[in-house]
Nanobody, 122 residues
């Protein structure tokens, strides 16, 4: 059974830093990409950052320059280093993994973690 174990959330003061991690286990499927999304109360879930299997990255506009996504392939773990945090970064952060099922009728599917709360407040 696929498991996404997220960790690293918590309470931090404005201007502070946090590092989130998400470890994936229980699947031998190829991973297309891994990433983080977030959802604040009353708002839609939005992209934070995604890292492709080849190392390419994509960031949401609101976090560019402050957040770095990285990946440790051997451990199937993705990290999100967040610096210069702002109160508006407060949200539940969700890890997402996209798997690929190869073959003549190949397809992809997403698997989500349960989320970890990040609160930026003084």
């Amino acid at each position: 059974q696929v498991q996404l174990v997220e960790s690293g959330g918590g309470l931090v003061q404005p201007g502070g830093s946090l590092r989130l991690s998400c470890a994936v286990s229980g699947s031998d499927r190829s991973i297309v990409h891994m990433g983080w999304y977030r959802q604040a109360p009353g708002k839609e879930r939005e992209l934070v950052a995604v890292i492709m299997s080849g190392g390419g990255t994509n960031y949401g506009d609101s976090v560019k320059g402050r957040i770095t996504i990285s990946r440790e392939n051997a451990k199937n773990t993705v990290y999100l280093q967040m610096n210069s945090l702002k109160p508006e970064d407060t949200a539940v952060y969700y890890c997402k993994v996209r798997f690929e099922v190869p073959g003549r009728y190949s397809y992809e599917y997403d698997y989500w973690g349960r989320g970890t709360q990040v609160t930026v407040s003084s």
